[in-house]
């Protein structure tokens, strides 16, 4: 793989705006030339993950606009009893600070790992696993709770039976990638904190050798998922 | 973001030790300062704040939509433009990346259409909604 072509003439060569993407793109070589083939395959999976959740989305408009009985009240399912008052989606809006905060310490953990400060990235790496389990804590509880509540994925005490069905697909579907994401987070924070980048230890599934972008590759799919969650939160928590 | 150094000369003397060969030389990696992760996180921080109080207040009808779609949009574009560093990519692979989710689009107009069909001959055969 680490062959290929990349072009005849020097980096520098390389035009920018519409000609840019014709010679990149019809140059017969690489198209993704200054990005490395891990990054690119990352980036590549991503938009077949945006399709899946796009799908789901699109599945649950489609749902949500062609039944006759009306949609449960998302602001009044979600509230949550603090104190005496009822605080309308105060749980998942404290679910979307946790995750953008990881997101935070993510993007800080890439930028100490391309400085090789080992420890701090190590760190942060955790840090953010922390926060992404949290989120599924959370979650767990937003689930036990509308279960013990009546909800169903065939149907629901509010109205629309298909709120349900919605809301486990969804969530769920989103919670599976936040969970395979702590785990990787982990590995990867665990590699990092043995300086495997440093010394070139091979993988113990590739037996490659890594490389701190593999940092900035994990941080990509961290960040997917919390992109996924923006939309998730005003498509189905806030509309 | 104009200070924000694309290209770690540095990094491929290293890098070249691990991975050899021709694609390694010109891969650019990211460094970018602290603080413009700070602002974005601070900003992230606030969209979202704004969207929640949004349904807090209880805004409705088209202001609600509009509202809730703008911090949405603001929110992703932060995120995939920093974050991920899409704004510092050729824009190659920017277009690979971001047209094919813009054409889902197409795939909405097709199922508004269709919820509204079946939402109509729903009305007509089983009446209005209890």
Known sequence: ?239 | MAEATANGLGQHALDAAHAPGAAAVAEAHQEHPIKLYLVVWAWLFILSTCSYLVDYFGIHGYLRWSLILIFMMLKAGLIVAVFMHMAWERLAMMYAIILPPILVLVFVTMMVLEADYTLLTRIAFFGPGP
């Not at chain 1, 899946?52 to 009240?73: D, E, H, K, Q």
């Not at chain 1, 937003?142 to 919605?166: D, H, M, Y």
């Open chain 1, 1 to 239: 793989m680490a062959e290929t072509t990349l072009t005849h003439s020097s980096p520098m060569a390389r035009p920018d705006g519409w000609r840019g993407i014709a010679t990149d793109w019809a140059s017969d070589q690489r198209a993704f030339k200054n990005v490395s083939w891990g990054k690119a395959m990352m980036w590549i999976f991503l938009l077949s993950d945006t399709f899946i959740f796009g799908c789901f989305l699109l599945s649950y408009m489609t749902a949500r606009m062609s039944t006759r009985v009306p949609w449960p009240n998302p602001s009044e399912v979600f509230a949550l009893r603090i104190g005496g008052s009822e605080i309308p989606l105060i749980l998942i809006a404290i679910m979307t600070f946790v995750l953008i905060s990881s997101s935070g310490t993510m993007a800080m953990a890439v930028n100490f790992g391309y400085r090789r400060d080992r420890r701090k990235t190590a760190i942060l790496m955790l840090l953010t696993a922390a926060l992404g389990a949290t989120f599924v804590g959370m979650q767990a509880f937003e689930w036990t709770k509308l279960i013990t509540e009546g909800v169903r994925p065939w149907g629901n005490p509010w109205g629309a039976a298909q709120f349900g069905s919605c809301f486990f697909m969804i969530t769920g579907f989103h919670g599976t990638h936040v969970t395979i994401g702590v785990i990787f987070l982990i590995i990867v924070a665990r590699k990092v904190w043995r300086g495997d980048f440093d010394t070139g230890r091979p993988g113990f599934f590739t037996s490659r050798r890594g490389r701190y972008e593999n940092v900035e590759i994990m941080g990509l799919y961290w960040h997917f998922v919390d992109l996924v969650w923006v939309f998730i939160f005003a498509f189905f928590y806030l509309w």
